[in-house]
């Protein structure tokens, strides 16, 4: 699977076990922690915290679930 195609699954998953599963089909290894983390990053609110709003405006969300998805693409 093309990684374009596993980040657009990864968006669909309706929760972290499906990322699970996803991850697995992949042949990747994800810890059920890193898989929540993920699921969460991916499905944030619409609605900011004024602290999220700065961790936004200075990228660090797109950081957090790069992070993520590098390391479980290793």
Do not use: P
């Not at 699970?20 to 990053?41: P, Q, Y």
């Not at 200075?58 to 290793?74: Q, R, T, Y």
């Amino acid at each position: 699977m093309q990684k374009e195609e596993f980040i657009a699954k990864l968006k669909e998953a309706k929760s972290a076990d499906e990322i699970l599963v996803l991850a697995k089909e992949n042949g990747m290894e994800l810890s059920e922690e890193k898989a929540k983390e993920l699921f969460s990053e991916l499905n944030a609110s619409g609605e900011l915290s004024d602290e999220e709003l700065d961790k936004v405006a200075g990228g660090n969300i797109f950081e957090k679930v790069k992070k993520i998805l590098v390391d479980i693409m290793k």
